[in-house]
């Protein structure tokens, strides 16, 4: 059973494969393909069903779906956008493709009584049905075109790579699929009853179409109709591969924290002056939540091995004032500190609170950004080189091989649920000095009940902020139909007479950044027209960091008043005067990015609200939703709740449980198999010790090709 590693094919760089040259194996490392083996653990997001035709009539929306039908006619429309609209018709019921862009050649081919087979995600319309934009074919009326028979799987990918080359070299690979290593304990396979790996992998990359449930292995209800051991031999399928991949989490973690042991830190004995004057001139003292989690990170530094501490804390509680004092304690004893945001937003933000706070002490900030020119970075990283600068702000561009620090002492990560785990010991790595590792402070807002945190980041200790600073007004939150807009931006109006400020919030279905920004500039633009007495502004992803970060002033100072946002604003933000917040296609959200939206308002002390705009009707799923929105602001709710309510259909984000990218696995979804992944974890370590890097190996790869364990054993 046990394979030498050189001896199989599968243990080949990617490169043996025909047709794989430089180019592509370095998009496929980006995915963490480096061997053969590899392609066959990159498993699918999700499948399309092209292997039946479905009648019109059946239609639902939602549904991705094969049609086959015959045009009843082509037109060309204006409705707000120029569109072509063609209806087919099977003799079942009728059926509208939309197209906003399209050729006038494409227009003529699509004739009257043309037969056409398409693929596309079914909508509804008004009392109809439609598809945008969808795949389609015309056929030829004399050979009948033949359909796929097995499910199409659709994989991660990145940039220029192609489903299909991904689904052919993963064929090649499947050829392969007997030669894999079983890695899991003997006594585990039997207890269990897993099939073979091999045929469960074959059974992941092409299920059988026609199946009434297709083997969805990443998305709600099918992950957990595959997850259930009592569905029988399917649902051994998945569970087989979702057990093994927890076991190596389990194993890399565990094999992290003792590596981490190991090491050095410097010890920060010398008490914390500077906190005392902090202390003395803020307007506010510290909550109890945060000067025992203080207490706890001050212990940590005194120690000599390097402190890794996550430290959880929902929206608004004040992380930030004890991620300082963090720093200010590593900064009394002599070391430098570098803060990392995952936005250029976040940064620039922390970088004015730092400034605000520190300079009256005689603690130096310095800002790094991506968007520095070499020469406007030359001097700040200089100054962090000198050690003349104490606090090193930025997001990753903080680790660029540019920026080298005199003695860097502590690693603070905020918001961490954007960063991987592998980022957060690749910067362990580079803060490395002589033998001493610096310390890290990882803060979250993404709730985790603490017996999964201990599985998610066993690697790390864990701290909670679990109380609010006093004094802050709950925030009220009511759900509107997208018919009381104009209620809505009165109310805006108003708040704004008062002197408040708003954000209203743009979101889209559309995953293309792209059509987000337009709808953000739209949407801004309307509301001007509206609201002309209003300072309006509008922020999104694609604008530059200096624009967003002149627009964030301004808001921050009052010059605009009404804010229109993608949810770049989604992660931590402050502005307290901010106390109205409207958020639009609120349905489509999860809870806990909803939850996180919402929190930018509700931080100062007067009553802010939040109005959750929504599109008629409401699901069953989304109604709930918005209804624990409306009641409850409480992150660990809202957490539970979310796990209950995920719907079929419904995607698992990886949000949910922070930075731990599981291929298959859900530690939240799959909590019920962590006992029994901790006893295989044991049998391994005392019995099959080789198996653990074999483990890790397989199921730990990083994008850019270091394991975390081989990360761990440098
Ligand atoms: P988050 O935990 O979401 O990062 P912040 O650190 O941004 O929260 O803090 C939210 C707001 O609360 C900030 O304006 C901050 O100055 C303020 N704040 C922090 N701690 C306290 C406290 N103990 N009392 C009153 N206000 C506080
Ligand atoms: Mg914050």
Known sequence: MQNHAHDSFLDNPVTTLRGVGDALAEKLARLGILRVADLLFHLPLRYQDRTRIYPIADLKAGQEVLVEGEIDSTEVVIRGRRMMLCHISDGSGILTLRFFHFTTAQKQSLRQGAPIRCFGEVRQAGFKLEMAHPEYRLLSTTSPEPIENTLTPTYPTTEGLQQRSLRRLIEIALEHVDELPDLLPESVLRQHQFPPLGEVLQLLHKPEGGNPTPALPLSGEGARYFSSPDKGRLGGVSLRLIFEELLAHQLGVQQARHELQQVQAPAMQETNHYWQKLLRSLPFAPTAAQNRVIGEITHDLQQTIPMNRLVQGDVGSGKTLVAVAAALHAIANGFQVALMAPTELLAEQHYQNLTRWLEPLGVETVYISGNQTPRQRRRKVENLLLGIGHIAVGTHALFQRTVEFLQLGLIIIDEQHRFGVHQRMSLREKGKQGDNYPHQLVMTATPIPRTLAMTAYGDLDYSVIDELPPGRTPITTVALSNERRDDVIERISAACREGRQVYWVCTLIEESETLQCEA????????????????????????????????????KQCDIQLLVATTVIEVGVDVPNASLMVIENAERLGLSQLHQLRGRVGRGSTASSCVLLYQHPLGKTARKRLDAMRTTTDGFMIADIDLELRGPGEVLGTRQTGDVRLRIASLLRDQHLLPAVQVAAREIVANYPQRVELLTRRWLQQPDGDTATRFFQS
């Open 520 to 555: 953000a500039e739209v949407t801004a633009e309307l509301l001007r027209e509206r609201l002309p007495h209003v300072a309006v502004g509008l922020v999104h992803g694609r604008l530059h960091g200096s624009e967003k970060e002149s627009i964030m002033r301004q808001f």
